[in-house]
């Protein structure tokens, strides 16, 4: 039996930055209309201002659709958030900007949980600016952890075969090692092992783990917390089953490119995983929140308003962020237990 065709929610991120230049560029590549019907949730009108500052695109329309069951496969649908104009300040950090990010956000939500659309890439936002409306919004993986009810996420990088989660993600760095814990780090390593198996049908995962301190603490030299806390989480989790292995020095681990030996590796903090990462995946990464029921995806960078209207910002990492998306709704559709 054919594979259904899938319906991917695309929400248009932050109007003031790269969310439409990307989105435009990635979806005027036809073929990949033949792999999923595609709907932005955003502004027909914001579109076509930002249309108008790229070469080549005077010919790209979307297909407006009140509601996604009218989506038609092999166009690109737009359901419109709002009717009002919106301002478009390019490069700035406003309020309007983070409220029809938001509002964007909103209305795939609804629609996912209600099983009209398979999965959601979210173009990206600027948190400043959904703060200058919600104080409470935190960021996209918060967001759809608290609308799924689902306690434990995992902020998940991938390019290919390289694959990062973080313990810790939005978060002080001064503030990490009051927050990690053994059970934390041995929930995270759970929902990594789970969505290694299921979302990239990988079976016995090995999973590399990273200190926190310099030297791995070096025998407690640097710091406690390696033989305290992620050396005992680790040894745990490998009794149960999980086939966890460290902690490992960061620099080390990435210098000697030990990380192709291992299925995915999970770190202590943001910055430990983004900045080899970011190294390693050429711009082309891809940001996935796993442990969810549903299939969020996101390019792996930011709103860039330094180059936002020059027509120069890469459309690859939403690209691959909706190849991604597809590939695990088809994943999970055929898992087993």
């Given at each position: ?37 595609i ?8 579109a ?29 649908n737009?359901?419109n ?8 300040d ?9 409220k ?55 902020m ?8 990062i ?5 939005h ?5 990490v ?23 990239f ?17 070096e ?15 680790i ?39 983004m900045i ?23 390019p ?14 890469s ?23």
């Open positions: 039996m054919a594979d259904k065709m899938l319906k991917i929610g695309i929400t248009h991120g932050d109007t003031n930055g790269i969310g439409y230049e990307i989105i435009t560029k990635a979806l005027l590549d036809a073929r990949l209309l033949e792999l999923c019907t709907l932005v949730y955003g502004s027909s009108k914001v076509s201002y930002h249309r108008k500052l790229m070469k080549g695109c005077a010919d790209f329309k979307f297909n407006m659709v009140k509601q996604a069951v009218n989506t038609v496969q092999q166009k690109v737009m359901i958030i709002t009717s009002d104009d919106i301002k478009v390019l490069g700035q950090s406003t309020a309007i900007a983070g029809v990010s938001l509002d964007a956000l909103n209305l795939a939500k609804d629609d996912i949980l209600k099983g009209n659309i398979d999965a959601i890439v979210t173009a990206p936002i600027n948190k400043n600016s959904v703060r200058m409306y919600n104080a409470d919004f935190v960021g996209h993986t918060e967001f759809f952890s608290k609308i799924c009810n689902t306690k434990d996420v995992l998940l990088m991938i390019h290919d075969s390289l694959r989660g973080t313990v810790t993600t978060c002080a760095l001064s503030d090692p009051k927050v990690l814990n053994k059970d934390l780090i041995k929930r995270k390593l759970n929902v990594l092992n789970k969505s290694l198996r299921q979302d049908v990988v079976t016995n995962p090995r999973i590399a783990v990273l200190s926190l301190n310099p030297h791995a603490g025998n407690g030299a640097f710091g406690q917390e390696e033989k305290q806390i992620i050396a005992p989480a040894e745990e989790c490998f009794n149960e089953g999980i086939y966890a292995f460290g902690p490992y020095a960061a620099d080390g681990f990435f210098a000697n490119n030990e990380y192709r030996k291992y299925d995915a590796i999970l770190a202590m903090y943001h910055d430990q995983a080899p990462f970011k190294l390693l995946s050429y711009g082309e990464g891809v940001n996935f929140t796993a442990g969810l029921p549903i299939v969020r995806t996101s792996a960078h930011g709103t860039a308003y330094d180059i936002v209207g020059k027509d120069c910002a459309e690859e990492s939403l690209r691959q962020a909706i190849y991604l998306a597809c590939d695990i709704c088809r994943n999970r559709s055929r898992h087993i237990d």
